[in-house]
């Protein structure tokens, strides 16, 4: 597969890797935080981390939008599906993740819900076509990345006339969230967690450009490299950090220049912005009320916006006890570090939503990692 | 027996017939549709004495029997449908002990309004598939179920077999040392199946492996009866079969990720599904475990038979107190290769 | 988060905006509504089966450079003399 398996390559992955112990300061710890679930799925999937030096650290953030969703909202789907008699249709992502009282919708689908697998919006959109008596819920998920293709969906459902089809907008944007990590007052005091540099998301990047993260970079002093989500990408972006770093520098530099520009997808960019509007503040799963990181469908739309058509409460429902996701897609505790972690949280049955995204660091650690952990405690008490 | 023409006024209405509840009733609508379509199309003797069992010597040894439920959705797939796959799958559980299969029961489950024509083509191509294997379908069973109780057709097969003396396969033998065989590229049923699904819609031209293996596995035994494990990775892929294996024996694993054959159309479906091959499920593949002294000489007897051209030596059993399944992968690193979790759904992140 | 894949785009239908992809041996029936100037032949990046981008071959082999040349900058330090010119 071209653009795939080039960058994939064991014998230039060797040479990055040696070109990387070449240039690390032995003398110091890089604390690199990747962002994205993308990341860290490479990461652990092609054991990125045993071709990095010992001082060379990921930091593994709230790059997931399954895991960063509210269990509230979560409800609000489920509800949906059960008391509306709606076709409910979402990503498979979604399908196992617990609300409340341990309740999914792959759960409430097997109790008789109509809820439904999509892999695009234009199956949803086939669907209403297909059910004109249903009501047709599209519970949309998703960082920049995702939101264009719901923002087509939305319109073509309009110039179609279709009236059955409505969307339940949980679209999040991410440069809000990275800053509300770098404000949190964790990051900031010197000595808990540090992460002194910042690997960009790569598809979001893809949409919204590079320019975005210019700001923080300039703001927060830290270097951020923009990476693609090849092992291959990521190890030569922490190179790249690792240069930054190196020489004292905090800029925005890209490193997947195959697909990312400064300004990102303008046609895709100009689609959103007719169809969403930001909402005032939101709610981030591990990162609580986060100002402006959300969006909503305007009121030009309002007649495909779920919200609207429906009543869809407000819920305030709180994760289970012990679940450190919170801190852990702040990038503050690592998955080992939650009593629950592999006893009574497993992938098989999710406490809390870190552990059921693949892309979720607890699973990551699960399926991937988890043999690691001798030595890594080993290094910790060291 | 001239009389049979004279019970059954009219042949079934193959064409355009529908299964109703008289076709489970016990009654003679019952009996005419097994006479004309499960007889007529498994025809053998002891089908045709027409008993609710059959009866047959066995040769001496170790009887080994195993029976398997099929429901598959979509019932017609790019190389086979429910029919051959029940009996591949069956008959593969049997020759996973290193057994000769003898003979093959089946249990119908047909939901109301399932469609005649559908039936037989299903019945045909298991008949074919029993005949390929010279393994005869001895008996059966047909129970009609209300429309919207079941998923058009579940078919059940239990076979037996005898195991060669000498021979002593299981799932607690592997040792630390012995070497992991797979006996060919792994991931096609699966993404076979997955192409065929409605609202998953992307072309291939993969086909399902489904097969039968056991003259495969004769062949294998006679070469060294002393094989240690056999398995087939079917629900759960190679990656959890592995797992099975390594917590039945107490061991760990050592993969190479690059040894195990995948082929380029079920990694592209993969990546596109952001699925792994590793957990997609074979109908037509084994795993096998051997002391690594008898390695070259297995994987020179599966590659000379045509559902073994592509084996390959994938690993190696080592000793690991936690029982993990490790790969190092095709990039240079290493990872563990985990149960499978859940069901494997498309992802979008 | 985020899974996309680089796929070829083997045919384009203007009239729905959409097309089909080749990713290796298997071809997918995907959306074009989010970019602009697409031909037959161009690798796009595929998400929730829409085009989110074109894939730059020039771009991609620039950065593929990149990966030898940071074994170069290697080899520079290691030669006798720390790689002076
Ligand atoms: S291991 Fe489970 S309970 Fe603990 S933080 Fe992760 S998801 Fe939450």
Same mark, same amino acid.
């Given at each position: 597969?071209?653009?795939?398996?080039?960058?994939?390559?064991?014998?230039?992955?060797?040479?990055?890797?040696?070109?990387?112990?070449?240039?690390?300061?032995?003398?110091?710890?890089?604390?690199?935080?990747?962002?994205?679930?993308?990341?860290?799925?490479? #990461?652990?999937?092609?054991?990125?981390?045993?071709?990095?030096?010992?001082?060379?650290?990921?930091?593994?953030?709230?790059?997931?939008?399954?895991?960063?969703?509210?269990?509230?909202?979560?409800?609000?789907?489920?509800?949906?599906?059960?008391?509306?008699?709606?076709?409910?249709?979402?990503?498979?992502?979604?399908?196992?993740?617990?609300?409340?009282?341990?309740?999914?919708?792959?759960?409430?689908?097997?109790?008789?819900?109509?809820?439904?697998?999509?892999?695009?919006?234009?199956?949803?959109?086939?669907?209403?076509?297909?059910?004109?008596?249903?009501?047709?819920?599209?519970?949309?998920?998703?960082?920049?990345?995702?939101?264009?293709? !719901?923002?087509?969906?939305?319109?073509?459902?309009?110039?179609?006339?279709?009236?059955?089809?409505?969307?339940?907008?949980?679209?999040?944007?991410?440069?809000?969230?990275?800053?509300? #990590?770098?404000?949190?007052?964790?990051?900031?005091?010197?000595?808990?967690?540090?992460?002194?540099?910042?690997?960009?998301?790569?598809?979001?990047?893809?949409?919204?450009?590079?320019?975005?993260?210019?700001?923080?970079?300039?703001?927060?002093?830290?270097?951020?490299?923009?990476?693609?989500?090849?092992?291959?990408?990521?190890?030569?972006?922490?190179?790249?950090?690792?240069?930054?770093?190196?020489?004292?520098?905090?800029?925005?530099?890209?490193?997947? !220049?195959?697909?990312?520009?400064?300004?990102?997808?303008?046609?895709?960019?100009?689609?959103?912005?007719?169809?969403?509007?930001?909402?005032?503040?939101?709610?981030?799963?591990?990162?609580?009320?986060?100002?402006?990181?959300?969006?909503?469908?305007?009121?030009?739309?309002?007649?495909?916006? !779920?919200?609207?058509?429906?009543?869809?409460?407000?819920?305030?429902?709180?994760?289970?006890?012990?679940?450190?996701?919170?801190?852990?897609?702040?990038?503050?505790?690592?998955?080992?570090?939650?009593?629950?972690?592999?006893?009574?949280?497993?992938?098989?049955?999710?406490?809390?939503?870190?552990?059921?995204?693949?892309?979720?660091?607890?699973?990551?650690?699960?399926?991937?990692?988890?043999?690691?952990?001798?030595?890594?405690?080993?290094?910790?008490?060291? | 027996?001239?009389?049979?023409?004279?019970?059954?006024?009219?042949?079934?209405?193959?064409?355009?017939?529908?299964?109703?509840?008289?076709?489970?009733?016990?009654?003679?609508?019952?009996?005419?549709?097994?006479?004309?379509?499960?007889?007529?199309?498994?025809?053998?003797?002891?089908?045709?004495?027409?008993?609710?069992?059959?009866?047959?010597?066995?040769?001496?040894?170790?009887?080994?029997?195993?029976?398997?439920?099929?429901?598959?959705?979509?019932?017609?797939?790019?190389?086979?449908?429910?029919?051959?796959?029940?009996?591949?799958?069956?008959?593969?559980?049997?020759?996973?002990?290193?057994?000769?299969?003898?003979?093959?029961?089946?249990?119908?489950?047909?939901?109301?309004?399932?469609?005649?024509?559908?039936?037989?083509?299903?019945?045909?191509?298991?008949?074919?598939?029993?005949?390929?294997?010279?393994?005869?379908?001895?008996?059966?069973?047909?129970?009609?179920?209300?429309?919207?109780?079941?998923?058009?057709?579940?078919?059940?097969?239990?076979?037996?077999?005898?195991?060669?003396?000498?021979?002593?396969?299981?799932?607690?033998?592997?040792?630390?040392?012995?070497?992991?065989?797979?006996?060919?590229?792994?991931?096609?049923?699966?993404?076979?199946?997955?192409?065929?699904?409605?609202?998953?819609?992307?072309?291939?031209?993969?086909?399902?492996?489904?097969?039968?293996?056991?003259?495969?596995?004769?062949?294998?035994?006679?070469?060294? &009866?002393?094989?240690?494990?056999?398995?087939?990775?079917?629900?759960?892929?190679?990656?959890?079969?592995?797992?099975?294996?390594?917590?039945?024996?107490?061991?760990?694993?050592?993969?190479?990720?690059?040894?195990?054959?995948?082929? &380029?159309?079920?990694?592209?479906?993969?990546?596109?599904?952001?699925?792994? &091959?590793?957990?997609?499920?074979?109908?037509?593949?084994?795993?096998?475990?051997?002391? &690594?002294?008898?390695?070259?000489?297995?994987?020179?007897?599966?590659?000379?038979?045509?559902?073994?051209?592509?084996?390959?030596?994938?690993?190696?059993?080592?000793?690991?107190?936690?029982?993990?399944?490790?790969?190092?992968?095709?990039?240079?690193?290493?990872?563990?290769?985990?149960?499978?979790?859940?069901?494997?759904?498309?992802?979008?992140? | 988060?985020?899974?996309?894949?680089?796929?070829?785009?083997?045919?384009?239908?203007?009239?729905?905006?959409?097309?089909?992809?080749?990713?290796?041996?298997?071809?997918?029936?995907?959306?074009?509504?989010?970019?602009?100037?697409?031909?037959?032949?161009?690798?796009?990046?595929?998400?929730?089966?829409?085009?989110?981008?074109?894939?730059?071959?020039?771009?991609?082999?620039?950065?593929?450079?990149?990966?030898?040349?940071?074994?170069?900058?290697?080899?520079?330090?290691?030669?006798?003399?720390?790689?002076?010119?």
């Amino acid at each position: 597969m071209k653009y795939v398996d080039e960058f994939r390559r064991q014998d230039l992955a060797k040479k990055v890797s040696r070109a990387i112990h070449n240039e690390v300061d032995r003398g110091r710890r890089y604390n690199l935080m990747e962002f994205c679930g993308g990341h860290t799925h490479a #990461i652990f999937r092609y054991g990125v981390q045993d071709l990095m030096p010992d001082n060379v650290r990921f930091v593994h953030g709230p790059g997931c939008p399954v895991c960063v969703l509210p269990v509230g909202r979560i409800d609000n789907a489920i509800q949906l599906a059960q008391q509306h008699d709606v076709i409910l249709c979402t990503y498979g992502d979604m399908l196992r993740v617990p609300g409340s009282g341990r309740k999914s919708l792959l759960k409430i689908k097997a109790e008789g819900a109509d809820v439904r697998m999509v892999y695009s919006t234009q199956d949803a959109l086939k669907i209403a076509r297909d059910n004109p008596g249903r009501e047709v819920v599209f519970f949309a998920i998703g960082f920049e990345t995702t939101t264009p293709p !719901t923002a087509v969906a939305i319109r073509q459902a309009q110039a179609e006339g279709l009236k059955n089809f409505s969307v339940f907008c949980n679209h999040v944007l991410t440069p809000a969230a990275i800053q509300n #990590i770098l404000e949190s007052p964790e990051v900031r005091e010197i000595g808990s967690v540090l992460i002194d540099g910042f690997f960009g998301p790569s598809h979001v990047s893809s949409v919204i450009g590079s320019q975005p993260y210019e700001f923080f970079a300039e703001e927060f002093q830290r270097p951020v490299v923009i990476a693609g989500f090849e092992p291959l990408d990521v190890m030569q972006s922490a190179l790249m950090l690792i240069r930054q770093l190196n020489e004292g520098r905090h800029d925005v530099e890209n490193e997947y !220049t195959r697909v990312v520009s400064r300004d990102g997808n303008r046609k895709a960019k100009a689609l959103v912005a007719e169809v969403f509007e930001l909402r005032r503040s939101f709610e981030w799963r591990g990162l609580g009320l986060v100002p402006y990181s959300a969006l909503r469908i305007k009121s030009a739309y309002a007649g495909f916006d !779920t919200e609207k058509r429906f009543d869809v409460p407000a819920i305030q429902a709180s994760d289970v006890k012990g679940c450190e996701c919170p801190s852990i897609l702040r990038g503050v505790k690592k998955p080992t570090d939650c009593k629950l972690f592999g006893t009574v949280c497993t992938p098989e049955n999710p406490m809390g939503s870190c552990m059921v995204s693949s892309e979720g660091a607890c699973a990551a650690y699960w399926t991937y990692g988890r043999f690691r952990d001798q030595a890594t405690a080993r290094e910790a008490s060291a | 027996m001239s009389v049979k023409a004279k019970r059954f006024p009219q042949r079934l209405n193959i064409r355009s017939g529908t299964i109703d509840m008289t076709h489970g009733s016990g009654g003679r609508a019952m009996a005419q549709l097994i006479e004309e379509l499960f007889v007529t199309h498994f025809d053998n003797d002891l089908l045709r004495q027409a008993n609710d069992q059959a009866a047959f010597d066995v040769p001496a040894g170790r009887l080994v029997m195993s029976t398997d439920g099929h429901v598959i959705s979509p019932l017609f797939f790019p190389g086979g449908d429910i029919g051959s796959l029940s009996v591949h799958g069956t008959l593969n559980d049997v020759a996973m002990a290193g057994a000769r299969p003898l003979y093959l029961s089946s249990g119908f489950i047909l939901e109301e309004g399932f469609p005649l024509a559908d039936l037989e083509r299903i019945v045909i191509s298991m008949a074919a598939a029993a005949k390929r294997a010279g393994v005869p379908v001895v008996t059966g069973d047909t129970k009609v179920v209300e429309r919207g109780k079941g998923d058009g057709v579940f078919i059940t097969t239990t076979g037996v077999g005898i195991v060669p003396k000498g021979v002593n396969i299981s799932g607690d033998r592997a040792r630390p040392g012995d070497a992991i065989l797979v006996s060919g590229s792994i991931g096609d049923h699966g993404v076979a199946i997955m192409s065929s699904r409605e609202n998953l819609t992307f072309e291939t031209t993969i086909e399902s492996d489904s097969a039968a293996l056991h003259k495969l596995v004769a062949s294998m035994v006679e070469a060294v &009866p002393d094989i240690h494990c056999l398995r087939d990775p079917t629900r759960g892929g190679l990656a959890t079969t592995l797992n099975e294996l390594a917590l039945q024996s107490g061991v760990g694993m050592q993969l190479t990720e690059d040894a195990i054959p995948v082929r &380029p159309a079920v990694s592209a479906a993969c990546e596109l599904l952001g699925l792994d &091959p590793l957990y997609i499920a074979n109908e037509g593949k084994l795993i096998c475990i051997c002391a &690594p002294a008898d390695a070259q000489r297995l994987l020179a007897v599966m590659r000379a038979d045509p559902l073994g051209a592509e084996a390959a030596i994938i690993g190696e059993v080592i000793e690991d107190a936690h029982g993990f399944v490790r790969m190092q992968t095709g990039f240079g690193g290493s990872r563990v290769v985990d149960w499978l979790t859940g069901e494997q759904l498309p992802r979008i992140c | 988060m985020c899974l996309a894949i680089p796929a070829q785009v083997v045919e384009i239908d203007d009239v729905s905006d959409s097309g089909t992809v080749a990713l290796g041996p298997v071809r997918k029936r995907i959306s074009l509504a989010l970019v602009d100037d697409v031909s037959v032949g161009d690798f796009v990046l595929i998400h929730v089966g829409y085009a989110l981008n074109k894939i730059s071959p020039e771009e991609a082999e620039r950065t593929l450079a990149l990966f030898g040349e940071a074994e170069l900058v290697e080899e520079l330090a290691a030669a006798p003399g720390g790689g002076a010119t």
